[in-house]
């Protein structure tokens, strides 16, 4: 295992505070009083809180060893897929934490926000850009709640038209996500098979595509990495069917500058600022889901939007189309600053060029797998490729058992099991922020997790042996979840 990025250092256990304090430590000295002492009323303060007695040093300690548990993208390959966990640059943490951006208060009123509003009404401008469509608001907190703020859409414009459409089409490789939006809206979710090749066919799509149905919810690329070359033709026939088209852009990071959602039919669409535009997550938010129309659908957005009149920039109320605040604000605001900053200091150049390069270093992952990992749809991948555990089989060992013994490699193990359609899946998304040796290292693990399968299947079925803690059972977990500490 030398020469890998490996968890073999040190990673100290840490107990409680409570564990640890004893009577009489102290974390700071105070001066002397010169005032005489006074009792305190009787009751208010009988007995202090129950915190524990400690020293400066077992305060630091604590806390420091404690963030050494986390892992992250600045700590080392985190090749989720569909998740683009990308390196955020740290300019764009700087930005968010420029004090008079840090500290604008929601509340204040616009003339006296001039610069924040500017920066909100830049950024609806450069997604609606970046996506080709005409409209954007801010609003949505997650890809999910910008899903929600579709079907929401989709809903009210049936409604404003007299219609009532109660089905929606969802193909097999969706993410979840996208089935229990449209169920949250009242649509019933009708699932599509794809093709061989991973692709929607048109036939399958116009096939289901009725009076009743309120269009498609369509992510792309897809979550086997494939692009939907037949996207404009689905599109056209459901709109020939007066359906809508949803497009899932949680994937845009594989088409920025290369690919226009409005010009392959979309009609809605929501970014994940956190996964495409810089921001760190993976540890449940803040996140940022914009969602982005055509002209037809603006009135509907949700609202307050930035608009730029006479006097400057303002917050615009949604007319009486509107579905309303998604937010108690103005969305989650340090997100936006930081796609702000990031598409700012990348430009239309360098965006389109992180896309390229996010797409030549699944392709090349893939390429470097293939044999060594069983590969359902051998063809051209965009950003992410997806392997299955077929070949282990023999071994006993499955996705699970692989993605647990990369730990020991000091990797994040990439997604598993999804998407749905392929059987033991193991999707890998390296991005374009990962260099050549990082994917060679990340290879040269996964070939050796691989020869470990036929070897000494054993060792992984108890993976991992090297991290803090060994498998963990996580049914159990999910049954009896321990939330006290
Ligand atoms: C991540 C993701 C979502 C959901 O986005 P959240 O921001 O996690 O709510 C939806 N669709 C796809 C394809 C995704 O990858």
Known sequence: MNGTVGASGLILNEPLLWEKGRKGRRGMSMVESGVPPAPID???????????????????????????????????????????????PKINERMAATPEIACAHPMLDDASSQGVLRIMFELQQFLAVITGMDAVSLQPSAGAQGELAGMLIFAAWFRSRGEKRTKILIPDTAHGTNPASAALCGFTPVPLKSGDDGRLAVETVAALMDGETAGIMLTNPNTLGIFES?????????????????????????????ADPRKCGVDVLHLNLHKTFSTPHGGGGPGAGPVCVVQALEQFLPAP??????????????????IGRLH??????????????YIRSMGPEDLKKASQLAVLNANYVKERLKGTLHLPYDQPSLHECVFSDQFQHDHGIRTLDMAKRLIDYGYHPPTVYFPLVVPGAIMIEPTETECRDDLDQFVEAFKAVVQEAADTPDLLLQAPVRAKLRRLDETRAARHPCLCG
């Not at 037949?230 to 994937?251: F, T, W």
């Not at 108690?328 to 900053?341: I, M, T």
């Open 42 to 88: 009787a009751g208010l303060c009988d007995e202090g809180p129950d915190f524990p007695d400690l020293s400066e040093i077992d305060v630091i300690r604590h806390y420091t060893r404690l963030s050494q548990w986390n892992f992250g993208i600045d700590s080392g390959m985190y090749p989720l897929g569909s998740c683009t966990m990308k390196y955020n």
């Open 328 to 341: 108690a604000f103005h969305g989650n605001f340090s997100v936006l600053v930081r796609a702000w900053s």
């Open 230 to 258: 037949n996207i404009r033709a689905i599109a056209e026939a459901v709109h020939a069917r007066g359906g809508l088209v949803y497009g899932d852009g949680a994937n845009m990071n594989a088409i920025m500058g290369i």
């Open 305 to 322: 939007r930035v608009i730029r009149d006479d006097s400057g920039y303002r917050l615009a109320d949604g007319g009486p189309s509107s």
